[in-house]
């Protein structure tokens, strides 16, 4: 409820450009960070339903169970958020010198890799794309020989109609 009062004691109007412009700022980062933790107690509600537990039983490999942990995940809106989870090691490990690494299951089956959403991947994969994008058209159009270093003539061999 704290991030609905902030938001409900900003100024109703603003008197000049700038103090429109830091309003809708401030309202921006507000509802980015409640976007954040509703998405965290959906996560935390999902990891805790009868599915998650039904397909982390149904793994290819036999899983034990090694205690609740929490998790920092971040959210499509930037914003980290902690959650409880079970964490997960393969079975049969007794009398072996060497621990091998387990897994957060329910993230797994939520399609969470690497303490990321899948909506926040799905963001950074469309930059990574739409920046080598970039650059190689830069590359393609710089003044010089065309193909002068072969990267340009590679990426757009393939693309020509």
Known sequence: MRLLD????LPVAAGTPGALDEY????VRTTERLAGLITGE????SLASETVETLTKASAKPLKKAGAQAVTLRTASGVAVQITTLYYRPK???????RL???YAGLVVLGIFEHCTPALAARVSLLAALTTYRFYVARASSPGKPGQDGLAT???SGCSG
């Open 6 to 9: 902030h938001l409900a004691h």
């Open 42 to 45: 959906i996560l935390q509600a």
């Open 101 to 103: 690494p387990g897994l």
């Open 154 to 156: 590679q990426a757009w």
């Open 24 to 27: 809708e700022r401030e309202v």
């Open 92 to 98: 049969g490990q007794r009398g072996t010198h060497r």
